[in-house]
């Protein structure tokens, strides 16, 4: 798979800035213009793109009470899946306008196909890549209708055995699409810290030979900032404007104040890291100067020996290196040597 991948011109590798996706989902609660006020809270944020999803409760579901339909426990308890479904999708007629919405205030903005008709309808539409949710890994029709189109794919792994990761290359592979990128995902709503996983990313990136990054839905940015250290290069995470307003995703979702901050500390994270070296910065040299070394702590004169009452190992770094300490100790001075005076090669009878 290719390590550098361009979405809207926006570079992904491994030497790249973490690419952070805002995911909307149902956080819009069927307001047109709650969901461009989630886009436009975010403009100055450092995001680099907005996400939707592309369904209706017909594409995704049926409309059935059988038991299997029906969800038990959690934030959707007593829901069926087309109930769910119903309150939480993203009209469809809404998402042209927000993916230029998006592009005007400096982000892209790109969904979640659920079907093969919401495939066709991305790429009408001008949606620049494609990520395909956790459950539908194993969608093969549609993965491969996605890798034809030629753009980049998001792949979460949330449900996935190896296998299905390696059904899914394969399949993309054989559309010629290398542009695939997955996510370290565990699908829980919200997702328990202990189940998080994320030292799984480095080793994802290892075995599959792609880059990796994190669809995150645990609380908090401790875990996003996790990954980052780990070498995710994608953060995917759930944002609303008040988790108070409610919704379908409301209650594992970032509050957007957090989810500003949270990019604020990724990028700050990023200079952190710097580079793999052993060589020091450009401080770290400085600050050298202020370390030990030889000094003069006791007026010396000419031809006196030196003793451990007459120099010392001292604050500031412009004496002799104190390895030179001990063999010092027991020669003379070869001149008259004040208090204070940093220690030098041609002070010392050798």
């Given at each position: 798979?290719?390590?550098?991948?361009?979405?809207?011109?926006?570079?992904?590798?491994?030497?790249?800035?973490?690419?952070?996706?805002?995911?909307?989902?149902?956080?819009?609660?069927?307001?047109?213009?709650?969901?461009?006020?989630?886009?436009?809270?975010?403009?100055?944020?450092?995001?680099?793109?907005?996400?939707?999803?592309?369904?209706?409760?017909?594409?995704?579901?049926?409309?059935?009470?059988?038991?299997?339909?029906?969800?038990?426990?959690?934030?959707?308890?007593?829901?069926?899946?087309?109930?769910?479904?119903?309150?939480?999708?993203?009209?469809?007629?809404?998402?042209?306008?927000?993916?230029?919405?998006?592009?005007?205030?400096?982000?892209?903005?790109?969904?979640s196909p659920f079907d093969l008709t919401a495939v066709d309808f991305m790429d009408?539409?001008?949606?620049?890549?494609?990520?395909?949710?956790?459950?539908?890994?194993?969608?093969?029709?549609?993965?491969?209708?996605?890798?034809?189109?030629?753009?980049?794919?998001?792949?979460?792994?949330?449900?996935?055995?190896?296998?299905?990761?390696?059904?899914?290359?394969?399949?993309?592979?054989?559309?010629?699409?290398?542009?695939?990128?997955?996510?370290?995902?565990?699908?829980?709503?919200?997702?328990?810290?202990?189940?998080?996983?994320?030292?799984?990313?480095?080793?994802?990136?290892?075995?599959?030979?792609?880059?990796?990054?994190?669809?995150?839905?645990?609380?908090?940015?401790?875990?996003?900032?996790?990954?980052?250290?780990?070498?995710?290069?994608?953060?995917?995470?759930?944002?609303?404007?008040?988790?108070?307003?409610?919704?379908?995703?409301?209650?594992?979702?970032?509050?957007?104040?957090?989810?500003?901050?949270?990019?604020?500390?990724?990028?700050?994270?990023?200079?952190?890291?710097?580079?793999?070296?052993?060589?020091?910065?450009?401080?770290?040299?400085?600050?050298?100067?202020?370390?030990?070394?030889?000094?003069?702590?006791?007026?010396?004169?000419?031809?006196?020996?030196?003793?451990?009452?007459?120099?010392?190992?001292?604050?500031?770094?412009?004496?002799?290196?104190?390895?030179?300490?001990?063999?010092?100790?027991?020669?003379?001075?070869?001149?008259?040597?004040?208090?204070?005076?940093?220690?030098?090669?041609?002070?010392?009878?050798?």
């Amino acid at each position: 798979m290719n390590k550098e991948i361009f979405i809207d011109g926006k570079r992904i590798a491994a030497d790249s800035p973490t690419y952070i996706i805002a995911e909307m989902s149902g956080n819009h609660l069927m307001s047109f213009e709650r969901a461009k006020d989630i886009i436009y809270q975010l403009k100055d944020s450092g995001v680099d793109a907005v996400k939707l999803q592309t369904y209706t409760a017909d594409t995704i579901t049926i409309n059935s009470d059988n038991p299997e339909f029906q969800i038990h426990g959690g934030l959707w308890d007593g829901e069926t899946l087309y109930s769910l479904y119903q309150k939480a999708y993203t009209p469809w007629e809404w998402q042209e306008d927000l993916v230029k919405y998006a592009k005007e205030l400096g982000m892209s903005c790109f969904s979640s196909p659920f079907d093969l008709t919401a495939v066709d309808f991305m790429d009408e539409i001008g949606m620049p890549a494609y990520k395909v949710a956790s459950y539908e890994i194993n969608d093969i029709p549609m993965i491969r209708k996605i890798a034809k189109k030629g753009k980049p794919i998001i792949i979460s792994t949330g449900t996935a055995h190896m296998e299905d990761v390696e059904r899914a290359f394969r399949v993309c592979k054989e559309e010629g699409n290398e542009d695939v990128i997955l996510l370290k995902c565990t699908s829980a709503y919200p997702c328990p810290y202990e189940d998080m996983n994320i030292k799984a990313i480095p080793l994802m990136e290892k075995t599959y030979g792609c880059l990796c990054g994190l669809s995150d839905h645990s609380f908090g940015s401790e875990v996003a900032l996790g990954a980052v250290a780990l070498g995710a290069k994608v953060i995917e995470k759930h944002v609303t404007i008040k988790r108070a307003d409610g919704g379908p995703d409301g209650g594992f979702s970032m509050e957007m104040e957090e989810f500003i901050d949270m990019v604020r500390q990724i990028r700050n994270l990023e200079k952190a890291l710097g580079r793999e070296t052993l060589e020091l910065t450009t401080l770290q040299e400085g600050a050298r100067g202020g370390c030990r070394s030889l000094y003069v702590s006791k007026e010396i004169k000419k031809g006196e020996v030196f003793t451990e009452d007459n120099i010392k190992s001292v604050r500031p770094a412009l004496g002799l290196h104190t390895m030179y300490y001990e063999e010092v100790l027991g020669k003379t001075a070869t001149a008259d040597l004040p208090f204070a005076k940093p220690l030098s090669f041609g002070d010392v009878m050798w």
